[in-house]
């Protein structure tokens, strides 16, 4: 009799690795569990007990999103340990942004013949993003898939639900001429830009493991640099400073990301020069020939979030990011006008 499953593993999955892989992440996923986690990972779903006695009137906030072609950059430097902290970043700081608390987190990966070592990193990395926003990883799916992804290729999605009470939702409709916009640093390109990136490497077929005049380390270390997760600094925010609204800027930069924080009427006025913008964009904009337009409307420039407050409450907010070790600037105001964002 042959061996239990080896009619589909010789069809290209492999049970073993399969059972092997959740095997290793429970106990990764053990370290990130927080009140109201019921069971463990491994169940047909996960279970979470919301304290419907810590909230009046809550709302739940949900998102979902995926790393992009970074991946490819890791696959291709061997290095799989931070694409985990994007996915739940991309994930938790669309969520934060409302103003709710992340609860937990779920994950999919999809590759076309499990190895459990890079599951284990990537896993890793998923784990400490939750660690880092304070969200239980409480469940997900790996997916073998041959014939569908090529050899050593993968990828990744995460979906995030939170919680915040109702009346107390970061929204633009709260958004008025005159309100502040707060730029939060970012931690570099995040998660997003990367087919341009990729695009710019090829071209002028830069080296990953080198390290261009302007910047302080090799260059595919530079690219790699995880997504900041801002949810802790933005609930310290909740509470004591009135923010009106904030934007993710993620895809599409700058144009995309900040009228979606913007009520009817209401346009965003960004004064360049108002924060320092990371060496890896110049860079980047000279390799690649690229334009104004091209900068803002591709990546974050070094603002990772923009946050809309009245004008009376802006010197404590820069306080209280300062001290939840963000660094934070002063970058525009919004004036009457249609919705979007003009430079100054």
């Not at 019921?38 to 419907?52: P, Q, R, S, V, W």
Request: aromatic letters at 8%; glycine letters at 14%.
């Amino acid at each position: 009799m042959q061996p239990r499953g080896e009619s589909y593993r010789r069809a290209g999955v492999d049970l073993e690795a399969g059972y092997e892989v959740v095997r290793r992440v429970r106990r990764l996923a053990a370290s990130t569990f927080r009140p109201g986690v019921l069971g463990e990972i491994g169940g047909f779903g996960g279970l979470f007990a919301l304290d419907t006695g810590r909230w009046r009137k809550p709302v739940l906030v949900a998102g979902a999103d995926g790393v992009g072609t970074k991946l490819k950059l890791a696959s291709c430097l061997g290095r799989h340990n931070t694409v985990g902290i994007d996915l739940v970043a991309m994930c938790v700081n669309d969520v934060a942004v409302l103003g709710a608390e992340p609860l937990f987190f779920l994950d999919y990966f999809a590759t076309g013949r499990l190895d459990p070592e890079v599951a284990e990193e990537v896993l890793s990395g998923i784990a400490e993003g939750c660690r880092q926003a304070g969200c239980a990883l409480l469940g997900g799916e790996t997916a073998e898939m041959p014939g569908f992804y090529g050899e050593g290729e993968y990828d990744l999605a995460g979906f995030a639900v939170g919680v915040v009470e109702e009346d107390q939702l970061w929204h633009p409709a709260a958004v008025r001429p005159g309100d502040q916009l707060l730029g939060v640093a970012s931690s570099g390109l995040h998660s997003n830009g990367f087919s341009l990136v990729r695009r710019i490497l090829a071209e002028r077929n830069l080296p990953l493991d080198g390290t261009p005049p302007g910047l302080e380390r090799p260059l595919g270390e530079e690219l790699l640099t995880p997504t900041r997760i801002y949810v802790r600094a933005l609930l310290s925010l909740r509470g004591r400073v009135r923010v009106k609204a904030a934007a993710h800027i993620t895809g599409g930069g700058f144009y995309e990301n900040i009228p979606r924080a913007l009520g009817p009427g209401c346009r965003a006025f960004i004064r360049k020069g108002s924060w320092p913008v990371p060496p890896i964009f110049p860079f980047l904009a000279e390799q690649g020939g690229l334009s104004e337009e091209d900068l803002f409307g591709t990546f974050n420039l070094g603002l990772g979030l923009v946050l809309v407050l009245p004008p009376e409450e802006v010197e404590k907010a820069l306080a209280l990011l300062a001290e939840a070790g963000e660094r934070a600037y002063l970058v525009g105001q919004v004036a009457e006008g249609e919705p979007g964002v003009e430079l100054l």
